[in-house]
T-cell receptor, first 119, second 115 residues
Framework: DAGVTQSPTHLIKTRGQQVTLRCSPK?????VSWYQQALGQGPQFIFQ???????QRGNFPDRFSGHQFPNYSSELNVNALLLGDSALYLC??????????????????FGAGTRLSVL | DAKTTQPPSMDCAEGRAANLPCNHS???????VYWYRQIHSQGPQYIIH???NNETNEMASLIITEDRKSSTLILPHATLRDTAVYYC????????????????FGKGTLLTVNP
């Protein structure tokens, strides 16, 4: 059973460019969340997708957008890249809460991340 | 989500128990305590969670104080592979719409297991 997979593993872009990161959720999961992790910091929530719609959003500008496909995979797009966008981008998947059984078993499973460097 | 406080770093000898503390004095009655860890260059990994009772699984034990204002993650026999940043996260399990709540990470505790 494959876990959460992300591609590419590393990416180098220049300021002003656009980037697309991809995520395939764990088998049986239909909810995908994206996080940004700057060096030395904990991951910060960007947004979450379920049923191909953005359900929650963190404090990130509109330059960050996403998409979820019918097969539950997801993309994170960042436009007009800034130097400060350099970070590890993490994808996490989980079943929608109502499918998880008892309350509290609200576990997100993370991929290994995509390391984005903006020069 | 309630704010958590963790020491920035801890050391532990290999084979000994590692006890990682977390303060969450503003926790609400419907908030759970979750622990994740992140080994260098990997994504965070779920360890354990609990509401008010102590919990144990194959990875660790979670001890939550009776007033729920603090908790301790216990790795009973730490190995070198347990060296990682450990995150304590407090949050409600779900919102009214049933969607999966975001995880709010702090800086965590860097646990270094020494040979």
């Amino acid at each position: 059973d494959a876990g959460v997979t992300q591609s590419p593993t590393h990416l180098i872009k220049t300021r002003g460019q656009q980037v697309t990161l991809r995520c395939s959720p764990k088998s049986g999961h239909d909810t995908v969340s994206w996080y940004q992790q700057a060096l030395g910091q904990g991951p910060q929530f960007i947004f979450q997708y379920y049923e191909e719609e953005e359900r929650q959003r963190g404090n990130f500008p509109d330059r960050f957008s996403g998409h979820q496909f019918p097969n539950y995979s997801s993309e994170l797009n960042v436009n007009a890249l800034l130097l400060g966008d350099s970070a590890l981008y993490l994808c996490a998947s989980s079943p929608f809460i109502s499918r998880q059984g008892f309350l509290g078993k609200n576990i997100q499973y993370f991929g290994a991340g995509t390391r984005l460097s903006v020069l | 989500d309630a704010k958590t406080t963790q020491p920035p770093s801890m050391d532990c000898a290999e084979g000994r128990a590692a006890n990682l503390p977390c303060n969450h004095s503003t926790i609400s009655g419907n908030e759970y305590v979750y622990w994740y860890r992140q080994i260098h260059s990997q994504g965070p990994q779920y360890i354990i969670h609990g509401l008010k009772n102590n919990e144990t699984n194959e990875m660790a034990s979670l001890i939550i104080t009776e007033d729920r204002k603090s908790s301790t993650l216990i790795l009973p026999h730490a190995t070198l592979r347990d060296t990682a940043v450990y995150y304590c996260i407090v949050r409600v399990a779900q919102n009214s719409g049933g969607s999966n709540y975001k995880l709010t990470f702090g800086k965590g505790t860097l646990l270094t297991v020494n040979p």
